[in-house]
């Protein structure tokens, strides 16, 4: 028996099962792809196990006083990565809430002439999906169109260690060759590589009935190095986190909703690729305490961070994984706490410093002036600085050398920290899910 209750739950979870996929290794540039009818079929039975764990009455982490049957869109809150893997993440986050909040012939109305109609599909649920487009919101997509995050990449690909992993790795790679078709065997490329051999596994029987048995684990093993080389950072605010840095706010705001019992969230499920994991296992220490993490999470992988309540009324977050359709959820430990559980209050002050908390701290951090709303802000911050100038020239802006530029340097800074605030104000209807960064799409 459970010595906590459950008060909510934050899940992280990858896409399943899609076709092939490439991106550029430089900077994680992805083109398209297409999720599988198994693809599918995993993110629907995800949707059924948390089902099963958090919203079945009889299960010792049923979500206290949620509504189990009819989804109160007050409760439960879904955020799907709309970004390089196309409609991927988007679909998986439909089929597991499919299977989350399965159709209920509960779904009906009774009208004022005394018919009742049931919803479509014997009463099936629509759950609202927010997507989240790069474009307009860096917080579930960080890493792409980021010149700091790719030159960190570069660094990785140049030092010493990862030299010598490619060295060590040569004669393995070039056993490989034959089965890529022409794909660049490098270590620098080991993402694409070992993808291309996964989706041509599962896929494809010839290739499948080829492979000697050990190659894909020896691919996976050195993918694991290598993404979890670019997706971390030796600083826990370092640029190698930004997969999982810019989500940080939305996952205090929501974490502290959760813990607030006079507000109704509950359930927050935010659907994504394999990167914000690799951030999130790296800056909680849980890739440290547990070595088998420090790499790419199985299509359908999931953590589940649970706010629970204590006896004496404290509440703590646990941390919990599941590898894939075939696993289940296990505890694991984190932030130096081998029980797998941590105060909530702990946890939050751990992650906020490295958060990434808007748009124009994206920029800044990743030396961006044009792209995903950078450019208008520079715009902005520039009519700022000419019109200051405009003032001040009559004087003889000349003989005000260095100290009017400090002073300009600082203004604009204000500046583009104020037009942060009130742009996001502006652009459109904002939820209450906190995130600065976080619209309702139209
Ligand atoms: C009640 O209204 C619904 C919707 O307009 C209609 O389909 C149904 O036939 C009506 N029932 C009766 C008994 O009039
Ligand atoms: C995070 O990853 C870096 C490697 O990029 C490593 O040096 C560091 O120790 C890791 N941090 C923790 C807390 O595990
Ligand atoms: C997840 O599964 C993959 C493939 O079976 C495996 O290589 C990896 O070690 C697993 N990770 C954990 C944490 O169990």
């Given at each position: 028996m459970s010595d906590s209750k459950v008060l909510g739950v934050l899940i992280l979870a990858r896409h399943g099962d899609r076709q092939g996929f490439y991106q550029s290794p430089t900077s994680y540039t992805p083109t398209a792809t297409k999720i599988t009818p198994l693809g599918n079929r995993e993110e629907f039975l995800l949707g059924q196990y948390l089902r099963a764990r958090y919203l079945n009455a009889s299960s010792p982490t049923f979500i206290s006083n949620v509504n189990a049957s009819i989804v109160d869109p007050n409760q439960v809150l879904v955020r799907a990565d709309a970004g390089g893997e196309g409609g991927v993440i988007l679909q998986s986050a439909m089929s597991l809430t499919q299977g989350l909040f399965p159709a209920d012939a509960d779904y009906n109305t009774t009208l004022a002439n005394g018919t009742t109609v049931q919803g479509p599909l014997d009463g099936y649920q629509y759950v609202s999906i927010e997507s989240v487009e790069p474009n307009n919101d860096?917080?579930?997509?960080?890493?792409?169109?980021?010149s700091a995050f790719d030159k960190s990449t570069q660094e990785f690909y140049q030092s010493p260690e990862f030299k010598q992993k490619a060295t060590e790795s040569q004669s393995f790679l070039s056993q490989l060759a034959r089965f890529l078709d022409g794909r660049p065997v490098t270590l620098d490329n080991m993402w694409n590589i070992f993808d291309f051999m996964n989706v041509r596994n599962i896929h494809d029987q010839e290739f499948h009935n080829n492979l000697p048995p050990t190659f894909l684990q020896q691919a996976r093993h050195l993918a694991n190095y290598h993404e979890y080389g670019v997706f971390s950072d030796k600083e826990l605010n370092g640029i190698g986190n930004i997969a999982f840095r810019t989500t940080i706010p939305s996952v205090v705001k929501n974490l502290n909703s959760i813990a607030n019992d006079t507000d109704p969230l509950k359930f927050v499920y935010y659907a994504t690729a394999y990167k914000p994991f690799l951030s999130l296992f790296n800056m909680t220490g849980v890739a440290q305490m547990n070595p088998d993490l420090a790499g790419i999470v199985n299509y359908a992988g999931t953590v589940a961070l649970e706010v629970r309540q204590l006896a004496d009324s404290s509440k703590v977050v646990r941390f919990n994984f599941k590898n894939g359709t075939e696993d289940t959820y296990k505890r694991y430990p984190f932030m130096g706490s081998s029980s797998g559980e941590v105060p909530l209050e702990q946890f939050i002050q751990h992650l906020q410093p490295a958060a990434i908390n808007s748009t124009a701290d994206w920029c800044t951090v990743c030396g961006n002036d044009k792209d995903r709303g950078c450019g208008a802000l520079a715009l902005a911050a520039s009519q700022a600085q000419e019109s200051i100038h405009q003032k001040i020239s009559p004087v003889g802006a000349g003989v005000l050398g260095a100290g009017l530029t400090l002073f300009v340097a600082i203004v604009m800074l204000l500046v583009l920290s104020f037009l942060g605030l009130v742009a996001f104000g502006k652009k459109g209807k904002r939820r209450s899910i906190g995130s600065v960064t976080s619209y309702e799409k139209a």
């Open positions: 860096i917080s579930l997509e960080g890493w792409t169109s980021c």
